[in-house]
T-cell receptor, first 116, second 111 residues
């Protein structure tokens, strides 16, 4: 158990819909990272938040957005869903003291999104 | 896009044998990390090697890094059935982005 929690575990929804994935980082970790894992694209970095602010952006679509709240939990919002958005979405957290990215990231169990 | 490329894509060995997986990457790195993933579950951090290190050990794991060849290898000694999983290398360029993962090596340990 990494200490990172994600809800829900599974999500099945239709094209065009909007969903919200939730992540709670390990106690004390200030950074949250979101990744998408699909069969064709593999594991891809989407976005990072550090202590409530966006720190880095990867291959995140404009239909996707995220935020980190004062209690450090994070939400990933996916809208206008397409079939190709079906994937495993992972959240990871890291200590990242003083804004400097630490090395190890601790991954949650993931949310499996199926778009039908 | 993928930076790391693991080789082989899949590997099946007998329990007790050693397993070696390789990773190649394209750009300069701050560090390289190896993660394990069991069948669609979360990733588990195994070991990290910094760009100024050449070899690192952790239990039955040995990682090497050759920055001149932009490659790394992960050796698992005395493999066990519980080592069956997918193994990913991930590079950290030190810049304003997250880890860049390879496509992984699927390791099967046969009892």
């Amino acid at each position: 158990d990494s200490g990172v929690t994600q809800t829900p575990k599974h999500l099945i929804t239709a094209t065009g819909q909007r969903v919200t994935l939730r992540c709670s980082p390990r106690s004390g970790d200030l950074s949250v990272y979101w990744y998408q894992q699909s069969l064709d694209q593999g594991l891809q970095f989407l976005i990072q938040y550090y202590n409530g602010e966006e720190r880095a952006k990867g291959n995140i679509l404009e239909r996707f957005s995220a935020q980190q709240f004062p209690d450090l939990h994070s939400e990933l919002n996916l809208s206008s869903l397409e079939l190709g958005d079906s994937a495993l979405y992972f959240c990871a957290s890291s200590v990242d003291g003083s804004g400097v990215r630490s090395a190890e990231q601790y991954f949650g169990p993931g949310t499996r999104l199926t778009v039908t | 896009s993928q930076q790391g490329e693991e080789d082989p894509q899949a590997l099946s060995i007998q329990e007790g044998e050693n397993a070696t997986m390789n990773c190649s990457y394209k750009t300069s790195i701050n560090n390289l990390q190896w993660y394990r993933q069991n069948s669609g579950r979360g990733l588990v951090h195994l070991i990290l090697i910094r760009s100024n290190e050449r070899e690192k050990h952790s239990g039955r794991l040995r990682v090497t890094l050759d920055t001149s060849k932009k490659s790394s290898s992960l050796l698992i000694t005395a493999s066990r059935a519980a080592d069956t999983a997918s193994y990913f290398c991930a590079t950290d360029g030190g810049g304003a982005d997250g880890l860049t993962f390879g496509k992984g090596t699927h390791l099967i340990i046969q009892p």
